[in-house]
DNA sequence: CTGAAAGCGCTTACAG
DNA sequence: CTGAAAGCGCTTACAG
């Protein structure tokens, strides 16, 4: 079908290994004359010549492709943006360095070994979960993984981790709600997403502080909410007392908003909501949300810029990297009301 | 390193041909006696055995990946939800037949045949320009490609081509705001996206359409403006008269919504504002947006759908679809001010 | 019913 | 300075 470089060859009458030389670099040894380099490419030109990619990768082990799995790709086009920040950041570095980026559809728990199948140089995972196995046989694989967002890796591994300080957004958080006045406060995390590494890391990081600031929360402060959120008014109903809602991120925190509305609850005159991840999506909300703000997009180029060093073998200098967060104060949270 | 097919047969003292056959099935006349096929598959979990399917790809010329182009990438995490839901679509319809998805760069123009270089089945491109020669490179080119959101393509070209029904949009967008009784109306255009498809063809079809309702609008009621549309104030200070504007898609009449606010606008008291797209975006703005609807995800699904049916084969029933679109009525939109 | 061998298109040590 | 040849790991006609 098209030209390859044997065709070129032949019909340039020099070896294989000349053309090759001459159109990819490379050959440590081989060495062609200027002119005949010339006419080599012009005979390339003419018989409008493309390299076969996937020949090259067979010979050289080298794809120049990244993957990329997140865990609930799904949830990409639910609004707010913390996957699209992810995605366009990961997008950039890569294709700056002239990688290709590859989603892979979430990978079958069975065999994850099937990754080192020749298509990819590297990996970026998302939201890696530290259960189910899939961590050790990572760790055993021959390729090159980097975990974003996946704090509750822990230390004990030999994983490239890129995670935000979810302990220290949470204590912004508390800290901006107790200075309000506010004494009982709910943690609400999503069905579906209750192990997702972040969830989780948060919700202890919630107890954690709320004990050190002596507010005696405990497990009647922490539910679970589905994302249809029908749990709402019930809750409401029951005239719990709490005066805020920590949603576990922006998406959940959302769609609190959208209910408490719809249930004549006023936020934030009769109740402050705050999120966590802090994307534009928190300026388009009403009120605006207040939120912790993780650093996505720089955390997301630094995990791809040192996938990218690890697979070109340039040895990185940690094995983890946890981003400060910082709190954005808009407006969905305020005193909480006179207690009647 | 990892074990190949070979190592296999070496151990399990077969053939390379019986292990392929048994691992891959294929391999037309080979016939294996089940105990044999069993003891193949039990040396190759015990050397845990990877497929290497750049191996396989080169020879079968089959990559099982599809490639997606989008003309302004940048523009994914911009706020609404267009190119998110084009994505999540596309993954979706992919995932689900076994194929990878591949996110390209923009494509240098000046070598569009280098997408055939063997790691693509197919393309998808949103957003093609009949500008730029690439089209009739793809068009030579062996590889099969689909064309989305590209309105202007016309009718002249074997590219298979999804769209949606612009002008019947902004035929539902006038009737709305002649119906509410508006006649200057101003169509405001993007900077740097002017030459983008969609947007040429429908401002196209406000002037064709202002036409025939008889509005004698021209070339002063179509402006653009950058994203950071400074331009709002000093147009609203001139006092045009204009009593509505057409975005040409969503994520501009969302950012004229807020200018709109900044500057003292009172919307749709002052200013009728009308999008095209409606993705929940327009849900989340301060008033809800009035927009055009297209019908994304079922035109992704279909482009993804039928790119598939050619890669594999079939032969697909239609070159072009055009889906019709409906309109969103929401908040942003009203009867304009008495005239003073 | 099974195996030996060619070949997908490239790169790169090696020999001249 | 240049070319012939092996080999990346697989698939598949072909011969037995």
Redesign the pocket.
């Known amino acids: ?7 070129i060859a032949k019909v340039a ?9 001459v ?2 670099g ?8 200027a002119e ?1 380099a010339e006419y080599i490419k012009s005979i390339a030109r003419e018989m409008q ?4 990619v ?3 990768t ?4 080298r794809s120049n492709t990244i993957g990329l799995v997140f865990e609930q790709f799904g949830s990409i086009s639910a609004g707010p943006l913390y996957y699209v920040y992810l995605l366009d950041a990961i997008a950039s570095v890569l294709f700056e360095k002239h990688y290709r980026l590859t989603i892979l559809p979430e990978i079958d728990s069975d065999k994850p070994e099937s990754l080192s199948d ?1 298509r990819l140089d590297g990996l970026i995972w998302c939201k890696l979960d530290r259960n189910g196995g899939i961590l050790n046989l990572i760790e055993r694989g021959s390729l090159p993984v980097v975990a974003l967002n996946s704090s509750t890796l822990g230390s004990d591994t030999r994983l490239m981790n890129f995670h935000c300080d979810n302990e220290g957004g949470i204590r912004l958080i508390m800290d901006h709600l107790v200075g309000l006045g506010h004494k009982k406060i709910l943690f609400v995390m999503e069905t579906g997403e209750v192990s997702t590494p972040d969830a989780v890391v948060r919700r202890d990081a919630f107890y954690k502080i709320a004990k050190e600031k002596g507010l005696h929360l405990g497990e009647e402060d922490v539910v679970q909410w589905s994302h249809s959120t029908t749990e709402f008014p019930v809750w409401w109903a029951k005239q719990t007392g709490h005066t805020a809602i920590v949603a576990w991120n922006e998406a959940v925190a959302g769609s609190i908003l959208e209910v408490a509305q719809r249930a004549g609850v006023s936020v934030p005159t009769d109740l402050s909501v705050v999120g966590f991840d802090s994307t534009a999506y928190c300026e388009t909300t009403t009120p605006r949300l207040t939120a912790a703000c993780q650093p996505i997009r720089e955390m997301a180029i630094a995990a791809a810029t040192t996938l990218v060093d690890l697979v070109e073998g340039r040895a990185p200098t940690h094995l983890r990297r946890v981003f400060p967060c910082t709190l954005d104060v808009r407006g969905s949270t305020s005193e909480p009301r006179k207690q009647s």
């Open positions: 079908m098209s030209a390859t470089i044997r065709d009458g020099v070896s294989v290994a000349s053309v090759s030389k159109l990819h490379g050959g440590g040894t081989i060495r062609v004359s005949k010549y493309v390299p076969n996937v020949a090259r067979l010979r050289s082990g020749g």
